[in-house]
């Protein structure tokens, strides 16, 4: 495998054996190092003249990188350079992201990613990743094999109908793939060259993109139903017919088609859907954090989710299973959640409620005594009622938790639990800002988007960002070294478990409920422990001998190894 380094058992030197020569090597960017090819590999690989003369170390080249880097004005500017690097050279790319992650991971994913995905077609620059429309029905596993991704490869695919808060964006979406992969990489060391990112694009009902002459995708409305079901099918077979030990990450389907993809094929092929349950295993590491700080155990707590879509769904569902670990019944876990859509609460004698609604709705019964004004209870009425301890935003509206809502909840609980997680920035549920100004200082905060540190009467607040990057880079890493069958909601819970332990108390008596984002390898290495012994201990893969060691080895680090030609 072209990621994996051979060892000169007579000299000790580690190095890969290339095939390629001349042009076509420095046109591959895993392989290519811009100018930092040594005399003796410019010579063996027909590169003598093609490059300038002076070799440059990589910290030479990491100087010109920030040179470039800090010469763009804008986010969207960066990306745009970042991006074009990755497409030239992923190793020094890489580099340059893990020794800048706090300034980078915004960059490369959210917030700024959603323009990326938004202006795609007008900012399109080379290919990358794969597209599969309708015209390539009956020959999708063809379109596999033509890809360099080696075996076994990390799949993120996306029929770009729900990206992040900013909706359908056709083949933009691919952004989404495409920043994902890159947090594989760099927070969890999946090669590369084992990164397949993947966008479904069966059209677009987004009109501006379908009027717009740039537009580059499946130039047609969004195909539905029993065709939709087709493809999809077709693709995942064509995934476990040419990359058997694939792991495939579903991401930012509609709510219909997360769910119902989910659950027909998690058992079919090792598959997850971050947006379900990636999202819900970090909102239960952030609440174990804080549970630490005021005492008591998760069963204690009463939650309020604004959000009825798959992020919703997944969070109510892991929050209730944790609590069944300290010993709540699963039943009467789910009872202490009470789940809001955009008319109100979800109640079960609405009409017209989808499956998932339906299965998180609060019987009427339940509210029977609750004084509202007419229509269903809104969010501050709500809080009224059931004095949550937790009040968690997935709606993607935003200034959603008003002062209202925000002080109703601070009446009632000592120290409210608050984290507004809709992305980008610009759809938060509320600044954490306002939420300490309007609990007095009392709030404990976690967001989906960074925010620098709050002061309130004198006071600090550290703002921990519930970034998923904490997740599943982690996921993917135990779940590739185990070669795990399956990817189970108990590995989910697993790897919220570690995460909250990585969390030091240090952080966490400033309010911060996540580590810091330069921790983020040391992290996805404790995730990708806990989740592999989780998949040993539940059947779903063999035991290792050693997993810690077997976790290290399949971590890349992007450095210059040097090369020989293939066969000496």
């Known amino acids: 495998m072209t990621f994996r380094p051979l060892i000169d058992h007579e000299t000790g030197e580690r190095y890969l054996p290339v095939r390629k020569r001349g ?36 910290e030479e080249q990491l100087v010109r990188v920030r040179t470039q880097m800090d010469a763009k004005v804008t986010d969207l500017d960066k990306n745009i350079y970042l991006n074009s690097l990755m497409d030239r050279n992923e190793i020094l790319f890489y580099r340059f992201i893990m020794d800048n992650l706090e300034e980078t991971v915004p960059i490369i994913y959210t917030p700024t990613v959603a323009s990326t995905c938004k202006y795609w077609s007008r900012l399109y620059r080379s290919a ?24 076994p490869p990390v799949i993120v695919v996306t029929d770009n109908e729900r990206i992040l808060g900013i909706g359908d964006q056709g083949a933009g979406g691919l952004g989404i793939p495409i920043g994902k992969l890159a947090l594989y990489t760099a927070a969890a060391g999946i090669s590369p060259a084992r990164c397949l990112p993947i966008s479904i694009d069966v059209g677009t009902n987004n009109a501006e ?74 909102v239960v590491s952030g609440l174990i954090a804080a549970t630490r700080k005021i005492g008591g155990n998760l069963a204690d707590h009463r ?25 709540l019944d699963l039943d009467d876990a789910r009872g202490r959640h009470h789940v809001l859509d ?20 609060t019987p009427v019964g339940e509210i029977a005594e609750w004084e509202t004004e007419a229509g269903l209870p809104t969010l501050t009425e709500v809080i009224r009622h059931v004095k949550p301890t937790v009040l968690i935003g997935v709606s993607g509206t935003a200034g ?38 309007w609990t007095d200082g009392r709030a404990i905060i976690a967001t989906g988007s960074p925010f620098a540190p709050c002061e309130y009467d004198g ?59 330069d921790d983020v390898r040391a992290v996805s290495r404790a995730v990708a422990i806990a989740v592999g012994r989780a998949a040993i201990d539940e059947g779903v893969a063999e035991p290792v001998d050693d997993l810690e060691e077997a976790i290290d080895a399949e971590m890349w680090v992007p450095e210059y190894l040097t090369y020989r030609s293939a066969g000496d």
């Not at 990450?249 to 993809?261: C, I, K, R």
């Open 23 to 58: 042009e076509i090597l420095l046109h591959d960017a895993f392989l290519n190092k811009g100018a930092a090819f040594s005399r003796d590999e410019r010579r063996a690989f027909g590169l003598r003249g093609l490059l300038p003369d002076h070799i440059p170390t990589i």
């Open 128 to 151: 990358h990743g794969l597209y599969v429309t309708p015209r390539d029905r009956g020959r999708i596993a063809d379109l596999l094999l033509s890809t360099s991704v080696e075996e």
């Open 209 to 282: 993109l379908l009027e717009d002459r740039l537009y580059l995708g499946y130039r047609e409305t969004r195909l539905r139903g029993e065709a939709y079901d087709e493809l999809i099918a077709e693709f995942v077979h064509a995934v476990k017919e040419v990359f058997p030990e694939a792991l495939l990450q579903w991401e930012d389907f509609a709510n219909v088609t997360s769910f119902h993809n989910l659950e027909m094929y998690r058992r079919f092929l090792p598959s997850f859907n971050d947006d379900i349950q990636g999202t819900a295993a970090m």
């Open 303 to 327: 939650v309020v989710i604004a959000g009825a879509g798959s992020a919703g769904y997944g969070i109510r569902e892991q929050i209730a299973h944790a609590m069944t670990d300290s010993g």
């Open 342 to 361: 955009s008319r109100g609460l979800l109640v079960d004698d609405r009409r017209n409620l989808t499956e998932v609604k339906r299965r998180l709705a």
């Open 400 to 437: 959603l938790f008003d002062e209202g809502a925000i002080r109703e909840m601070a009446a009632h609980t000592e120290v409210p639990i608050i984290l507004p997680l809709s992305n980008p920035t610009a759809n938060t549920e509320v600044t954490p800002k306002a939420a300490l100004n």
């Open 459 to 517: 006071v600090t607040h550290r703002i921990g960002q519930a970034n998923n990057v904490f997740i599943f880079p982690g996921m993917g890493l135990g779940v590739l070294t185990v070669r795990a069958s399956e990817v189970t909601d108990r590995m989910f819970l697993a790897a919220a478990y570690a995460l909250a332990d990585q969390t030091g108390d240090d952080l966490i008596a400033q309010g911060q409920l996540y580590p810091d984002i």
